[in-house]
């Protein structure tokens, strides 16, 4: 097929620009692909932190268009008729946030009959506001199919969209991440840290949904158990971050807790999953995670909670460890398992069995299976 792809590629930051590089590239194996990026993703009204990371290249498409200005109605029309002209045989749209709707929302209007497939990371964004509902549903109810990566999308998608051509699939292993094969003991060497401490991980931008709080509440539990163990914190805090410093130090965790504050360039997240022993995901609410399927690209097993989609990528004490939300109890129990009882459980192995199902060669099947349903 012909095929357009429309999302943030490099040198946009974060996990969705991560995620449409390796998209664009897996496509790119087996059709022919024009790569359509943003010329301005948001506003900096609306976003005042940098968006952009010139620093390393290794998501890279090289010959991507940053045709798109999602805030210009005439910019919009403008690229429409360009992609018009390319006459594709699908058009594949990233979806995580509805302040895409009205440029989504114009855009297809002005593309005329073209098959769409929306990738929906969030059908409905993490933290919800009053008009998110009305906004997805004006963006996501045109003649398209849908990609979602947790039943939980499926079923909040249906919610407006009860008929919609949708294939359910797991979020994708961002095994890319490892781009130097470093073992866990460079890893630690670049981390200065002793080779035989027992290490979590708590990884990304911090946010109340997260559920940092909880991991941070369950630590005294388990350093008493465990005196030697550290937790790394290593993310943007964001205007939260003296709460969690003042948790650190009223929970007296300063030994035990290692913070690694602000944005991590991509060449510099392969050292911290690599020295890691366990990841750590005590979300409150989420759809997916892309750190489960970055610590799967490493072979690090994860505790996650009983939230969204989180438990469909999780096989108890094979590849990890599934808890309640908000549970301290649970998480330090989890921790103590793993290093316990469990310590024999040959962790990569089991992920390793599961690489198939989390391959970007399966997402290409997936998106090609629900292009002919389009037809």
Partial sequence: MKIVLIGPVYPY????????GLLCRALRERHDVVMISYKMQYPRLLFKKEQKDYT?????????????????????????????????????????????????YLLLKAVGRVPVVFTCHNVFPHERFPLDRFLSRMALCGRAGYIVHSHMDEDDLKTFRPDAPCVVTPHPSYNAFRMQGMSREQARGLLRMDAHTPMLLFFGFVREYKGLTYLLDAMPSITAAMPGLQLWVVGDFGQDRERYLRQIHDLALEERVVPVEGYVPDREVEKYFAAADLVVCPYISATQSGIVQIAYGFEKPVIVTEVGGLPEVVQERRTGYIVPPGNPEAIADAVLRFYGQDAGVDWANNIRKEAETFSWETMTERIERLASMLK
């Fill in 56 to 104: 390393d290249k290794g998501f890279q498409v090289s010959d991507a268009a940053y045709w798109l200005n999602t805030a210009n109605p005439f910019n919009i029309i403008s690229v429409a008729r360009r992609i018009r002209r390319l006459a594709p045989d699908l058009l594949i749209l990233q979806w995580w946030h509805p302040y895409f709707a009205p440029c989504y």
């Fill in 13 to 20: 930051k974060g996990g969705i620009a991560h995620y449409t």
